[in-house]
């Protein structure tokens, strides 16, 4: 399967919000320092994509708390859980008119201490030079790839696990709610987003 977009307005795939807030200085800066470096087009997703990747770690490879939401919120604090993550990059993109979503996989949180399933997040973004969207997960050991993906997890369907590959407009607003009521990583993890409010009109 492809990654496929839930809507058909290329536009909604580039707005500006309180949590994709690319008009922030500090985003609008990376943005074109990492543009400038970039050969073409292509070339600057890889670069925004690797940069998130290795320089925003996720927070619990650090043992951090906090759960910075917005782009701005991510970038500042330097560490950001999945969601988080692809908050941060679909900001750097779209500062440059590059189109990116957000894709969600359920997994289990952990075999052996929280056999439970909950939501990851990663990003969908469209390659003008190809035509095509592809998915990029800035977690672990992922890869940026146009033509086979290199994603942080393999979905094991035989235990439940469930892949969609809908690249979505905006942050899901449920995921949304639970960064924002549990504002530490503790909190989130007792508390993680097992449900999505798209899934009401696209289910996985």
């Not at 950001?80 to 979503?101: E, N, V, W, Y």
């Not at 969908?124 to 190809?130: E, H, L, M, R």
């Not at 690249?167 to 924002?180: F, G, L, R, S």
Request: charged fraction near 25%.
């Amino acid at each position: 399967m492809t990654a496929t977009p839930y809507s058909d307005n290329i536009n909604d795939y580039l707005k500006c919000d309180n949590i994709i807030d690319f008009h922030n200085e500090a985003i609008s800066e990376l943005a074109e320092k990492l543009y400038k470096q970039a050969t073409d087009e292509t070339d600057f997703i890889r670069l925004a994509y690797e940069y998130v990747r290795d320089n925003i770690p996720h927070s619990a490879d650090i043992n951090a708390d906090t759960v910075p939401c917005s782009a701005s919120e991510v970038l500042k604090d330097g560490h950001g859980i999945c969601f988080a993550q692809s908050h941060l990059l679909a900001a750097i993109l779209r500062a440059k008119d590059i189109p990116c979503g957000f894709c969600y996989q359920k997994l289990i949180l952990d075999d052996e201490t929280a056999p439970i399933l909950v939501y990851h997040g990663l990003n969908g973004v469209y390659v003008n030079q190809y035509k095509k969207w592809i998915r990029l997960d800035t977690r672990g050991d992922a890869e940026f790839s146009i033509e086979t993906e290199k994603l942080a997890y393999t979905v094991r369907t035989e235990k439940g696990e469930q892949d969609c590959f809908t690249v979505y407009p905006a942050p899901d607003k449920n995921v949304i709610a639970k960064m924002t009521i549990n504002r530490t990583r503790t909190q989130m993890y007792e508390n993680p987003p097992t449900e999505l409010a798209y899934t009401k009109t696209a289910p996985l």
